[in-house]
């Protein structure tokens, strides 16, 4: 297990270094603001649709190396994606992080699965969450910004 968590560890540490996906798009469908006050990440999620088809995911802003590092691994995760595939991964992602690696589809989660420790750590589980709230708000087209509060 200490294995796998310096693994987990290394792609969020990787992640935040270099985010991948971390630019402004001009072409956006839809973009939603993503704020966690209590923590004070502040994130901009950008996204592009053809159908029902992610074809570009970005994202741009400050916070946390773990709010970051999520959106990050968010945004390579879900591009390619349909909005429905996005929207399952959003529940497995929540399941995760806040019930912890026993109920989640460890298998599905691919990078997502080094978020896995977050759930002992109740402060950082909004940090992690954030970026698939403000994500899940541009899909479902609610609004042009969400917090965590
Ligand atoms: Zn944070």
Sequence with gaps: MSQLRELYQQVILDHNRSPRNYRPMTDATRKVE?????CGDHFTVYVRLDGKVITDVSFQGAGCAISKASASVM??????????????????????????????DIETLGKLAAF???????????????????????LEEKGSSVTTE
């Design 116 to 138: 896995a420790g977050v759930n002992e750590f109740p402060a950082r589980v909004k940090c992690a969450i954030l970026p698939w709230h403000a994500l899940r708000a541009a």
């Design 34 to 38: 993503g704020y966690n006050p209590l």
């Design 75 to 104: 945004s390579s995760t879900v591009k390619g994606k349909t909005t429905d595939e996005a929207e399952s991964l959003f529940r497995t992602f929540h399941a995760l992080v806040t019930k912890g690696p026993e109920d989640a």
